[in-house]
């Protein structure tokens, strides 16, 4: 099965500081990536994805995310936070080739912004 | 965009009795849903991958008996946890896959807790 690694579990900034969330998965295969970012008492929403094409993805709100085949990651960035970026962030992992699509999620990064 | 609704949002039961959770999509047609499971500061753990009109796939190690699935429309799948005990409380999460399989939506989730 497929494990899904977030190694920050929570990360602490300042606001214009910037971020990096690491997220590192098992899968030797093609992979599918997504970011999922949930706020305070809200579902789960989607910040970017990838399929395949140019590894830098541009996302929602700022984020972006870069794919590294050799690595086996899928970190995501934003050049500066901001106080409302305060969420738990979730690394998810889907393998290309798979009918039933489930996801594989990490445990989640939890980033708080200090204004 | 894609909306699913999850009620009720929040629920406490008796040990013993049994809760029913559904998972709605608002405006698109889901042939497949997953139900997730989430302890604290822990990852979106998948119980079942429901197909609409199909028996659903359990995970490993998941009671197929106590937690009943059910995707009887395109629109609507639902968990029932039965004969619920303590050890059940939990955070549980239903999301819906997109037509075409890009993406998911996710519910909002329901905080189930058992006295």
């Known amino acids: 099965a497929q494990s899904v690694s977030q190694h920050n579990h929570h990360v602490i900034l300042s606001e214009a500081a910037s971020l990096e969330l690491g997220c590192n998965y098992s899968y030797g295969g093609t992979v599918n990536l997504f970011w999922y970012v949930q706020y305070p008492g809200q579902h789960l929403q989607l910040l970017l994805k990838?399929?395949?094409?140019?590894?830098l993805v541009k996302g929602i709100k700022g984020f972006e995310a870069e794919f590294i085949k050799s690595k086996f990651s899928f970190n995501l960035r934003k050049p500066s936070v901001q106080w409302s970026d305060t969420a738990e962030y979730f690394c998810?992992?889907?393998?290309?080739?798979?009918?039933?699509?489930?996801?594989?999620f990490g445990r989640g990064t939890q980033l708080t912004v200090w204004p | 965009g894609a909306v699913v609704s999850q009620h009720p949002s929040w629920v406490i039961c008796k040990s013993g009795t049994s809760v029913k959770i559904e998972c709605r999509s608002l405006?698109?047609?889901?042939?497949?849903m997953f139900w997730y499971r989430q302890f604290p500061k822990q990852s979106l753990m998948l119980m079942a991958t429901s197909n609409e009109g199909s028996k659903a796939t359990y995970e490993q190690g998941v009671e197929k008996d106590k937690f009943l699935i059910n995707h009887a429309s395109l629109t609507l799948s639902t968990l029932t946890v039965t004969s619920a005990h303590p050890e059940d409380s939990s955070f549980y999460i239903c999301?819906?896959?997109?037509?075409?399989?890009?993406?998911?939506?996710f519910g909002s989730g329901t905080r189930l807790t058992v006295v």
């Open positions: 998810a992992v889907r393998e290309g080739s798979s009918t039933l699509g489930r996801l594989y």
């Open positions: 999301s819906a896959r997109e037509a075409g399989g890009g993406g998911y939506t």
């Open positions: 405006d698109f047609q889901a042939t497949t």
């Open positions: 990838y399929f395949s094409g140019d590894p």
